[in-house]
């Protein structure tokens, strides 16, 4: 029996999927996960030998939650599932993973499994190979549906210094303002921190706080605080930045804290 986690944040979709899958008599359905977060904890807790990931999710969508469990101990057989033809067209031109493309049919589906089962059994070099290479999907897919910033225009001295995202260390509220502390100073930014927030690589930013946006590059040090809470100490600046206790189960995921 191959072990089979489904992940899709949308209710019906995900039971629509279950419900075809289980009329294959060799998949047994051992989880169901809403979002990203739940897939790995799922995926560290259940083993599986299969998940289908939704590519389109808030908070973490399936190319991050494939990232990470690649970075992770238990590396299952990971198919995306997507409505979206670009993505799954690409990942065909590269043959980095398979992918059942929505909506999902049970005809579609049945052609599908039959070559993801086989190559499930297999387990072969090329496939594990492909898997290993995710990361290269990762980079020429990203996530289409969010405006990705690739730099930042801030004034200084009266005029315009573009900003690369990656030479930010972290963002904070002051006097109702987003301040961003990077590499080059302290800037003043037009965006709130959620708008900022949205617009950046959720792979390295994390929101740690309702009023702190960390760059997860340039963390040196991890200091456990009360209530489950921690502080960061970052590369280059002198001040702790706070995990406050609502953000702190899914920054232990992310930095693979036990």
Same mark, same amino acid.
């Given at each position: 029996?191959?072990k089979?986690?489904?992940?899709d944040?949308?209710?019906?979709a995900?039971?629509?999927?279950?419900?075809?899958?289980?009329?294959?008599e060799?998949?047994?359905?051992?989880?169901? %996960?809403?979002?990203?977060?739940?897939?790995?904890e799922?995926n560290?807790?259940?083993?599986?030998?299969?998940?289908?990931?939704?590519i389109?999710m808030?908070?973490?969508?399936?190319i991050?939650?494939?990232?990470?469990?690649?970075?992770g101990?238990?590396?299952?057989?990971?198919?995306?599932?997507?409505?979206?033809?670009?993505?799954?067209?690409?990942a065909f031109?590269?043959?980095a993973?398979?992918y059942?493309l929505k909506?999902?049919?049970?005809?579609?589906l049945k052609?599908g499994?039959e070559?993801?089962?086989?190559?499930?059994?297999?387990?072969n070099?090329?496939?594990?190979?492909?898997?290993?290479?995710?990361?290269?999907l990762?980079?020429?897919?990203?996530?289409?549906d969010?405006?990705t910033?690739?730099?930042?225009?801030?004034?200084?001295?009266g005029?315009?210094?573009?900003i690369d995202?990656r030479?930010?260390?972290?963002?904070?509220?002051?006097?109702?303002?987003?301040v961003?502390?990077?590499?080059?100073?302290?800037?003043?930014i037009n965006y709130?921190?959620?708008?900022?927030?949205?617009?950046?690589?959720?792979?390295?930013f994390?929101?740690?706080h309702?009023?702190?946006?960390?760059?997860?590059?340039?963390?040196?040090?991890?200091?456990?605080w009360?209530n489950?809470t921690?502080?960061? %100490?970052?590369?280059?600046?002198?001040?702790?930045?706070?995990?406050?206790?609502?953000?702190?189960?899914?920054?232990?995921e992310?930095?693979?804290?036990?």
């Amino acid at each position: 029996m191959i072990k089979t986690i489904v992940v899709d944040d949308e209710i019906p979709a995900r039971k629509e999927l279950v419900y075809i899958l289980e009329e294959f008599e060799y998949i047994n359905i051992i989880g169901e %996960a809403s979002h990203g977060m739940e897939a790995l904890e799922l995926n560290n807790k259940l083993k599986p030998d299969l998940i289908l990931l939704d590519i389109k999710m808030p908070k973490l969508n399936g190319i991050d939650v494939a990232k990470k469990i690649l970075n992770g101990h238990h590396k299952p057989y990971i198919v995306f599932v997507t409505a979206y033809e670009e993505y799954a067209l690409k990942a065909f031109e590269v043959n980095a993973i398979d992918y059942i493309l929505k909506p999902i049919s049970e005809e579609r589906l049945k052609k599908g499994m039959e070559k993801i089962i086989d190559n499930i059994s297999r387990q072969n070099k090329a496939y594990m190979n492909n898997l290993n290479n995710l990361n290269n999907l990762i980079h020429n897919l990203g996530d289409k549906d969010k405006e990705t910033i690739t730099r930042i225009c801030v004034y200084h001295m009266g005029k315009l210094m573009p900003i690369d995202p990656r030479e930010i260390i972290y963002a904070t509220i002051e006097d109702r303002h987003t301040v961003i502390i990077t590499t080059k100073g302290k800037f003043e930014i037009n965006y709130t921190l959620s708008e900022l927030y949205d617009k950046l690589d959720k792979s390295t930013f994390f929101r740690s706080h309702k009023s702190f946006l960390v760059n997860l590059d340039f963390i040196e040090l991890i200091e456990p605080w009360f209530n489950s809470t921690f502080n960061i %100490a970052l590369k280059n600046v002198n001040m702790k930045i706070p995990v406050s206790r609502g953000q702190s189960k899914e920054f232990k995921e992310l930095m693979n804290i036990d």
